[in-house]
Nanobody
């Protein structure tokens, strides 16, 4: 059973930074994809950042240039560094792992950006 535990959310002023972490435990295929999603109040879930086990990354247009996804394979942990945060970045952020045929989710962490 794979578990994902997120941390690092909180309240920050506009222009500030936060780093989210998502630690995975359990049996994970070596070829996998780690994603960060977010859901803002009243909006649909949005894919924010993607990182494959091969190191390929992709970002939503809304965060490109401000957010960086990275991973520490030794720790089975993926990070999302968020810079120049805006009030519209306020959301619950979820990490997601695609491993083989399975799809796993973290519990979500709240990020609130005040203006």
């Amino acid at each position: 059973q794979v578990q994902l535990v997120e941390s690092g959310g909180g309240l920050v002023q506009a222009g500030g930074s936060l780093r989210l972490s998502c630690a995975a435990s359990g049996s994970i295929f070596s070829i996998n994809v780690r994603n960060w999603y977010r859901r803002a109040p009243g909006k649909q879930r949005e894919l924010v950042a993607v990182m494959t086990s091969g190191g390929t990354t992709n970002y939503a247009v809304s965060v490109k240039g401000r957010f960086t996804i990275s991973r520490d394979n030794a720790k089975n942990t993926v990070y999302l560094k968020m810079n120049s945060l805006k009030p519209e970045d306020t959301a619950v952020y979820y990490c997601n792992l695609l491993s083989g045929p399975r799809d796993y989710w973290g519990q979500g962490t709240q990020v609130t950006v005040s203006s």
